[in-house]
């Protein structure tokens, strides 16, 4: 089988059309000034570029490729996002591959995204930061400082309290927790952006796998936990005493930040969390809860227009 390939090679070199081509894309790689710097200062026989060109010939049309890269998406390379090194392996040539700034930012993205696990969050509250939040309301300066100061100072480990934001609808609460969010995900700390009502239900046509117990557990250990629009789930005891509950205590005793938001203050959420869908009444276990979102977080009121009729 060797013997007619070397045959058929032989045969190639000797044709004069393919001697000219093979000639003149020598050329054109030997004149390329990246691969003319590579060389320089080492002792290149002919016969080692005759056996390394194709390495030669790689890097000169993958870096061409990288020259004229317009996005990550477009490129044409070999391994996408990875740009060619010329590198010497003892007396041979090899090409090496790096990512290029593109494929760094796009994964540094990829991984601050992944900091960010949420719940029944609408995806372009994910984009939120505190760059695009507007200031024109003096009822939201207040908040919008203490987030900020939590999302850019808060260290794993460290004792602090979050935040609770109560108010009307639409003046920016749910923002504010995505903006604090990418912030903390900017500084490689995780958080977990639930919606509560969702989550609720959620949990409940769960219950019965392994799903429900990983995500309570997630609830209880994530660094920075945030519920938004807790007072908006249908109440009930299971959900204040067999899921809430937990949670919360976990993080009170693990001194893990929590933030909230809702539109009750903590008088109108003690009677929310007090009285159930079935009609039962329990003031004292509304009230223990409560205690336990007091010691975990800080309450901030938000006034303001409604910025949803806005949009």
Not at 203 to 225: G, H, N, R, W
């Amino acid at each position: 089988m060797m013997k007619p390939i070397r045959e058929t090679i032989h045969h190639l070199m000797n044709r004069h059309d393919f001697k000219e081509r093979y000639e003149a894309m020598k050329r054109d790689i030997l004149n390329d000034p990246h691969v003319q710097s590579f060389l320089r200062g080492h002792d290149v026989t002919d016969a080692m570029l005759n056996r390394h060109l194709g390495k030669l010939y790689e890097f000169v049309q993958q870096s061409k490729h990288c020259e004229r890269c317009s996005s990550l998406e477009q490129c044409p390379n070999l391994l996408k996002g990875y740009t060619p090194h010329l590198i010497w392996q003892g007396k041979n040539i090899d090409v090496q591959y790096e990512r290029c700034a593109r494929k760094v930012q796009e994964d540094e993205r990829k991984k601050q995204q992944s900091l960010i696990r949420s719940l029944f969050i609408p995806r372009d509250m994910l984009q939120a930061s505190f760059d695009k939040l507007e200031t024109d309301d003096l009822g939201r300066i207040e908040a919008i400082e203490l987030a900020n100061t939590f999302a850019s100072t808060y260290e794993v480990g460290k004792r602090i309290k979050g935040l609770y934001l109560y108010g009307s609808f639409g003046v920016g609460k749910t923002y504010l927790l995505a903006a604090m969010a990418n912030e903390l995900a900017q500084r490689h700390i995780a958080s977990f952006l639930v919606y509560v009502p969702e989550f609720v239900r959620s949990l409940k046509s769960s219950l019965q796998t392994d799903a429900f117990q990983d995500t309570i557990e997630y609830a209880k250990q994530v660094p920075v936990l945030m519920l938004d629009d807790l007072g908006a789930e249908l109440m009930s005891s299971w959900w204040r005493d067999e899921v809430l509950g937990p949670i919360l205590q976990y993080r009170m005793l693990e001194h893990l930040p929590t933030c909230f938001t809702s539109n009750f203050d903590l008088k109108r959420l003690t009677h929310h969390l007090a009285h159930s869908q079935r009609g039962e009444e329990e003031q004292v276990k509304a009230a223990r809860m409560i205690e336990r979102i007091v010691y975990l977080a800080t309450p901030i009121e938000m006034k303001g227009k409604n910025r949803r009729i806005e949009m």
